[in-house]
């Protein structure tokens, strides 16, 4: 975010310096001001889009995360229609399993991080998997059964959905291009206020502390697990609760 403060207020002073240098031009014959309007028109229509992404994309991954927790409950709670043993083991797995999942929504900055406890999940969920193919082969006619294999399916999925929301990202060339188009804009106002022989320091300082400012504010909502921003894990954090205080029986 301060770098690209300083790339904008930068651009708006060395527009400054280029319209100072050309000279004034009688009202109505100088046509910098029609390429200044588009420049801004562009900026804006480029940060309502970058914004509208943004805000969708976290959305979305508080939703999935809710979501994910919610199928974690139920399939915790649906251990009660296995047997004991088959109960007890599925369910110190789920224990693990929940605190893999937080760790995997906490790494947004740490890529090795996040595939570790990826990986991890993906094991668990193999071992449940297996557990629930195990509990419906043993009764095959079991109207009880099918209900706790569905929970893990719903898990399964969602966890997958988690995984594609989280590394879901407003693509880099629209990031580029609205830093390019906020530095035209910046250097066309320096350009005009060049022409008018007006320095306006504090007008482009704060025009470049607000694209800044909008910026870090897009990204922050596009990343939303490393700066201010962030999803919301209470909801997962309740489920470990629940799950570590609930009687922890032996297989």
Do not use: C
């Not at 390429?35 to 943004?54: C, N």
């Not at 251990?79 to 999942?101: G, N, W």
């Not at 893990?152 to 693509?171: A, C, F, G």
């Amino acid at each position: 975010m301060l770098a690209s403060f300083i790339a904008i207020f930068a651009l708006s002073e060395a527009g400054f310096q280029l319209g100072h240098r050309t000279g004034s031009v009688p009202e109505g014959k100088d046509p910098s001001w029609l390429l200044e309007a588009s420049a801004f028109s562009l900026l804006a229509l480029l940060v309502g889009f970058s914004f509208s992404m943004a805000l969708g994309r976290y959305d979305a991954r508080r939703g999935t995360f809710l979501r994910e927790a919610n199928a974690i409950a139920t399939t915790f709670l649906r251990t009660q229609l296995l047997d004991a043993k088959t109960a007890a083991i599925v369910r110190s797995d789920l224990r693990a399993y929940v605190e893999e999942r937080l760790d995997f929504a906490r790494a947004d900055a740490a890529p090795e991080r996040r595939a570790e406890a990826d990986r991890d999940s993906e094991a668990l969920q193999r071992k449940m998997w297996s557990a629930a193919i195990r509990a419906a082969g043993k009764d095959p006619h079991s109207t009880m059964v099918p209900l706790f294999v569905a929970a893990v399916n719903d898990t399964i999925n969602l966890s997958i959905e988690e995984r594609t929301v989280l590394t879901n990202h407003i693509p880099d060339v629209v990031i580029v291009w609205l830093l390019l188009i906020a530095l035209i804009a910046a250097g066309m106002m320096g350009y005009g206020y060049g022409k008018e022989r007006r320095h306006a320091v504090v007008f482009k300082a704060v025009f470049a502390a607000m694209i800044a400012l909008v910026f870090g504010l897009i990204l922050d909502l596009d990343r939303p697990q490393r700066g201010l921003i962030r999803v919301n894990l209470a909801s997962m954090q309740r489920v470990q609760q629940m799950m570590n205080a609930a009687p922890q029986q032996s297989p």
